[in-house]
């Protein structure tokens, strides 16, 4: 499935939020990662910020790690789904986290990587090969913030990879359906 259908498919399911009487067509945009990494206890010290797949599992222990710029368009949003490219199938899937500290995607490692929430969202299921549509509303709606950092946990033993930025037009995305101003 291509990124092209992958976003047409995430943008019809954000289209079925219902509109009020007078209510403005939504604007939906896709952002691409600013930075991404993953970080493995198998590897304390060592930075994955350059690769093009990313490992997450728990044996070792790697997570994935995820940077937006949103300019505060989630505290206007109705909708966030976060698009990740997966080259791994997994009936679990995996849970997405927010992330309140800063990080570095050259400096992230297993030893420095910010503590994750304890609030997640689960991805159902993933195919390989497959772009998969994670709704994270319930975790970023309430941020006025200028960035959006997630962390890709999964209780899976064997690692399940994702695309990374590297890998362009696979990498990472944001679809933020935002509310429109009907002032003025």
Known sequence: ???????????????????????????????????????SASA????????????????????????FEVAGRAARALRINLMLYSHTGSRRGVQVRLVTRAWRERGINFDNAPAVS??????????????????????????????????????????VYFASRESGLRGPRLVIQEREDNSG
């Open 44 to 67: 304390r010290a060592e930075n994955f910020g350059r690769v093009r797949r990313m490992a997450v599992g728990s044996r070792p222990l790697s997570r994935l790690y995820v940077r």
């Open 118 to 159: 304890s609030r997640y969202v689960s991805s159902g299921p993933l195919r390989s090969g497959a772009w998969k549509a994670i709704d994270v509303t319930s975790l970023a709606t309430d941020l006025d913030a200028d960035y959006l950092s997630f962390a890709v946990t999964t209780s899976r033993p064997r690692a």
């Open 1 to 39: 499935i291509g990124i092209g259908t992958a976003l047409a498919a995430c943008i019809a399911a954000l289209a079925v939020v219902p509109l009020g009487h007078g209510a403005r067509v939504p604007k939906i945009t896709a952002v691409r990662a600013k930075a991404d990494a993953h970080v």
